[in-house]
């Protein structure tokens, strides 16, 4: 079993919808979380830390329930430029970042 | 300010070739990583760095050496290429009191 697990899409959603993503983990050490975006051919980026209380940047909301061992994101008003694959992350002891395959999302118009 | 560079950006082995990718980053980072990324299974970890001089495995290091002789700079090697190393390779750094990985542009590596 992977210890980051991703639904690989696509997604294919139109222009303004709500779009979530979920992601589970099989070590329970893991001790953070992220969501990093990637665009085809190019490198990942961070694009949100995850908290246990949730956190929300703009119009995107990362929430964790560490009891089911369980990560989610959602995107709001989708634009095209959201389109990107979405990876998965979690932080492991020793600065290692163990990486979900990602998710496809595709927003047209 | 450039961040991590890599280089090359694309190579084209033959099998049994060898060959060094450089890794460089002037954040003054104290970590730095190389990651692989194949489709449909993720970026995962071939060696890393603490620091000056050392190296670790990750989960994927058969086949890799690497040296971190200076901090700025984390060299990846292929000894002896085979087909099965054909994939996207990552360098990354963060430093010791954040979690934050920044990653180079990649290099595209085809061993035929």
């Known amino acids: 079993r992977k210890e980051v697990e991703q639904d690989p899409g696509p997604f294919n959603v139109p222009e303004g919808a709500t779009v979530a993503f979920n992601c589970t983990y099989s070590n329970s050490a893991s001790q953070s979380f992220f969501w990093y975006r990637q665009d085809c051919r190019k490198e990942p980026k961070l694009l949100m830390s995850v908290y246990s209380s949730g956190n929300e940047d703009g119009r995107f909301t990362a929430q964790l329930n560490r009891a089911s061992q369980y990560i989610s994101l959602l995107i709001r008003d989708s634009k095209l430029s959201d389109s990107a694959t979405y990876l998965c992350v979690a932080f492991l002891e020793g600065n290692k970042l163990v990486f979900g395959a990602g998710t496809i999302l595709r927003v047209k118009s | 300010n450039a961040g991590v560079t890599q280089t090359p950006k694309f190579r084209v082995l033959k099998t049994g070739q060898s060959m060094t990718l450089l890794c460089a980053q002037d954040?003054?980072?104290?970590?730095m990583y190389w990651y692989r990324q194949d489709p449909g299974m993720g970026l995962r970890l071939i060696h890393y760095?603490?620091?000056?001089?050392?190296?670790a495995k990750g989960e994927v290091p058969d086949g890799y050496n690497v040296s971190r002789l200076k901090k700025q700079n984390f060299l990846l090697g292929l000894e002896s290429a085979a087909p099965s190393q054909t994939s996207v390779y990552f360098c990354?750094?963060?430093?010791?009191?954040?979690?934050?990985?920044?990653f180079g542009p990649g290099t595209r590596l085809t061993v035929t």
């Open positions: 760095s603490v620091g000056e001089g050392t190296t």
């Open positions: 954040m003054n980072h104290e970590y």
């Open positions: 990354a750094s963060d430093g010791a009191d954040s979690y934050e990985q920044y």
